[in-house]
């Protein structure tokens, strides 16, 4: 089933993978979930996502609310990501998105083992298809009712035909693809066919650029990630299929920043990449 989605411009976003060290132990002054937002905004954009950052989960209402109320205040939507199909799982995520007035939950099929995202001893879990069309079946009701989306990413763990045929299956306009072409490279699959298979059912867009390079010796290479537009990523490829002003879609700015040797070095660069990829992406005509 392809979806056409509401016409409108999809918006540039931030990640918090874009603050990935900011918001670590690894700083000084680690950034909070509100300086999260007062960055975005500072940087002239009107949406933050907020993925696979634990301490989201364990927030109570009360919290939840007024990070809700922070961002309102800046003229700042959000949108929140985890990891897994948990039944569980996707039931807070899309009680958080309701107290947050996030209308997209990213998830991946496969929670991490450990799940660190429950807790110590809690086991990973890796659904097969039929398990997850089963799961999201008996779900995805919930977030119809509540006019939540739910993206599913590209990644290596799952291969593209196996994440699409549970998309299919499903049949639902609120589940859909989260698109991130530089995942799926580690399971030896094509950036541009990844892009091309998954564009009907896109419903959230993850861009960061990668590259590799080789390692000292030339012993075997690293795939890391690199500045918007220096590296790998087929970016007009990936707009031209994806067709994001067109379906509404927004583009969320990540980064696969490697640790530069310093809190002060690696915080300056995580910089310059953020303002590299929002400025590539405004000169494609995004707002």
């Not at 301490?55 to 939840?64: F, K, Q, S, T």
């Not at 003229?75 to 039931?91: N, Q, W």
């Not at 779900?139 to 549970?166: H, K, S």
């Not at 995580?270 to 707002?287: M, P, V």
Request: net charge negative; hydrophobic share 45%; charged share 25%.
């Amino acid at each position: 089933m392809t979806r056409q989605g509401s016409v409108g411009q999809g918006r540039i976003g931030l990640s918090t993978y874009a603050l990935f060290w900011e918001l670590s132990d690894r700083v000084p002054d680690p950034l909070s979930l509100a300086g999260a937002v007062d960055r975005a905004r500072e940087l002239g954009l009107g949406l933050l996502q907020i993925c696979d950052y634990p301490p989201l989960e364990i927030l109570d209402e009360v919290a939840l609310k007024e990070l809700r109320g922070h961002a309102d205040a800046r003229g700042v939507a959000l949108e929140v990501g985890t990891k897994g199909i948990r039944p569980e799982r996707l039931r807070r995520f899309l009680r958080i998105a309701q107290l947050l007035g996030a209308t997209v939950v990213r998830s991946m099929l496969n929670t991490p083992d450990p799940d660190i995202f429950a807790g110590a001893g809690e086991i990973g879990h890796a659904p097969s298809v039929a398990e997850a069309v089963t799961i999201l079946r008996e779900l995805i009701g919930e977030y119809e009712e509540a006019g939540v989306r739910l993206a599913l990413e590209t990644y290596e763990q799952v291969p593209t035909a196996d994440l699409l045929a549970v998309v299919r299956a499903v049949g639902s306009p609120n589940l859909g693809v989260c698109s991130d072409p530089a995942n799926s490279v580690a399971a030896l699959e094509n950036p541009r066919a990844v892009v091309e298979a998954v564009a009907p059912y896109v419903l959230n867009m993850h861009v960061k650029d990668f590259a590799f390079r080789r390692q000292d010796g030339w012993v075997g290479f690293v795939y890391s990630g690199a500045p918007m537009g220096e590296g790998l990523l087929d970016y007009d490829h990936m707009a031209a299929a994806i067709r994001p002003a067109e379906k509404n879609i927004n583009q969320i700015i990540e980064h696969w920043l490697p640790w530069q040797g310093s809190p002060e070095e690696t915080l300056a660069a995580e910089r310059r990449w953020t303002d590299q990829a929002i400025e590539y992406l405004r000169s494609k005509g995004n707002d």
